[in-house]
């Protein structure tokens, strides 16, 4: 090495600066990342902020106003009982998005905690992955049913018919979609735990806490993002398909999935009711996705950079 | 090294008896043990304070396994392993935890023994950040000290692993193991993985840094000019067993268990003349497997001076000059006072007539 002595005394001698620095840097250069990251926080402001804007009450019936095309007075036409599809939209926009997001954060969280004990821990592993493949054997649809006739009026008496049903769906997709994160962290643990610089950790005697938390878990960072971009999406989908079953929200409550469903039965007549509803999903799963990539390479010190 | 003192009246640091490291090998649906793999096989020895002593063997004799069972990475099947007057053989990791401070390792392959998701720094600092209670200032402070004394440039402290060439990154896995001032460090082939050239830089940083700041190795490689050149004493392991332990002089001079002498005389010589006489002893067949070990001596099935006794009784490790150990039956006649070249002589007659 020839930089030994010489380069010792040193002019700009900068102390570590925070990581998270070079993530956004990293972050910034991914094209698609930026635009995802955009097209999400415009989803995410017109949900949020939307309806203080366009103040029509997405449930209000007019029903000589039904089936219209858009128009000034409903820019994106009302649906087979009058209501403003705009308003829907944005109503329904954020149920879905909070149920997808939250039922995500529940089944990376339960899939990630399974995965690591049952890959780190020999001792859990055979009951963790026990229990994971009971899970994944189980029918899921009629148990989704089961469970939401059996918890939805306790639930609603609980904390009323909104929240209830919320606090229910996404219990019943968390509970339900986290075997695969599971099984996919579990493999990256087992493979993880043989390298030489646990070992390392190990001899230098960091308990296992913080060897998981340190060592593991920043390198099986890759999977968990794939999954989770993955679980926003299809948590969103199930949540339709239990509204378009009558077991989601109450049905004048809308969700996407909700409008969505309501509207195939006119599809051939007024196609636009499908396609807003389905390009809405489509376009925050694909910029989550996309997130999700930008997010995954710039965590990575290896791709950083280049 | 050249000033070594005489091996007597010194500590010893380490000192291993009778330790054992079984692998279970487990078959069927139950999941039933069938038998072990026995990496380490009734292996002891000491190591003064100060001294390196040299680990050679051929792959898979269980030379990383006994380095990394000393340092308790592993949890041994058996036998004592005393490092700085303190048991910990059979020490919970929560106890042996307080401990490790004095205890470390520089590992074989020095990519894959950093997280590619730290920054040097990281690294460096993990053991501090696990042992002491320094302030951030304090830490980077000895961070950056422990980069200069293995001649890294302070300005990589930000950087990742994959940014370095194999030597820096060597480097990297010194400093950490340095950073909490080890009075023992076990050096698993740190320079395996390195070329030649960067081979040298390593190993005379690590003679260096012994010199300074008295650390005692146990320097395991298959490098057996390497190891002559760093090492104090020598041992050679076989089929997880220690063939023979000897002063590092001795023990190139005159080898004296048959598998050390066939060993050594695998190893080139750079005088093309003295390289076309010299007589090679070259073993027939393979190395049994660890899981089954021959009766009798593990050298058996291969040793060109087998003898009946071989074959059935195991050779006891015990001392036939002073200062010299070896597992052989063809010194079984020798006092521990006798000399060492008529036994030598011994082993001869003995080749001639197989």
Known sequence: MTDLAAQKVDQALKPPRNQWWDVWDQFKTHKGALVGLFILAAILLAVTIGPWIWSIDPTYVDIRARNQGPSGAHPFGTDQLGRDLLARLMAGGKVSIAVGLTAMLLSLFLGTLIGVVAGFFKRAEGLLMGLTDLFLSLPLLPLLLLMVTLFREPLSQRFGPETGIFFLIVFAIGVTSWMQTARIVRGEVLALKEREYVLAARSIGTPSRRMVLRHILPNVMSPIMVSATLGIANAIITESALSFLGLGFPPDFPTWGRILFDAVDQMQLYPIRVILPGVAISLTVLSVNYIGDGLRDALDPRIRGR | ?354
Not at chain 2, 2 to 13: E, I, S, V, Y
Not at chain 2, 44 to 62: A, H, N, Q, R
Not at chain 2, 80 to 96: F, T, Y
Not at chain 2, 239 to 251: H, S, T, V
């Open chain 2, 1 to 354: 090294m050249l000033d070594a003192a005489p091996q007597t009246g010194r500590r010893k640091l380490v000192e291993v008896a009778g330790l054992k490291m079984y692998f279970p090998i487990t078959a069927g649906i139950f999941r039933t043990k069938v038998g072990d793999v026995k990496a380490v096989d009734n292996v002891s020895f000491d190591i003064y304070e100060g001294e390196t002593l040299g680990l050679v063997g051929e792959s898979g004799c269980g030379k990383s396994t006994c380095g990394r069972v000393i340092l308790r990475l592993y949890d041994p099947t058996a036998g004592s392993i005393r490092i700085d007057g303190r048991e910990i053989a059979a020490s919970a990791q929560s106890d042996l935890r307080t401990m490790r401070p004095t205890m470390q390792m520089v590992f074989q392959d020095p990519q894959a023994s950093l997280n590619p998701r730290m920054t040097v720094a990281a690294i460096i600092g993990e053991p501090l950040e696990e042992h002491t209670n320094l302030s951030k200032a304090e830490k980077l402070a000895r961070i950056y000290e422990l980069m200069d004394q293995v001649g890294l440039n302070r300005n990589f402290a930000n950087r990742y692993p994959h940014e370095f060439s194999g030597g820096q990154r060597q480097r990297i896995g010194i400093a950490r193991a340095l950073a909490l001032n080890p009075k023992f460090i076990v050096c698993d082939e740190p320079i395996a993985a390195l070329d030649v050239s960067i081979q040298a830089q390593v190993v005379n940083l690590l003679e260096e840094l012994q010199d300074r700041l008295g650390l005692t190795y146990l320097f395991i490689s298959h490098d057996l000019s390497m190891v002559r050149h760093i090492a104090d004493r020598v041992a050679v392991m076989y089929l997880g067993q220690i063939a023979e332990l000897a002063p590092r002089d001795d023990l190139y001079a005159t080898p004296l268990h048959p598998y050390t002498q066939a060993l050594l005389s695998a190893v080139p010589e750079p005088d093309p003349d003295v390289e076309t006489e010299r007589g090679r002893i070259i073993l027939t067949g393979d190395v049994p497997s660890p899981a089954n070990p021959p009766e009798g001596c593990n050298f058996c099935t291969r040793c060109p001076k087998v003898m009946e006794i071989c074959k059935t009784v195991e050779p006891a490790f015990r001392e036939v000059a002073p200062g010299r150990f070896t597992a052989c039956h063809l010194y079984d006649d020798t006092k521990t006072t006798a000399g060492v070249t008529a036994a030598y002589e011994a082993s001869k007659s003995i080749q001639q007539g197989v």
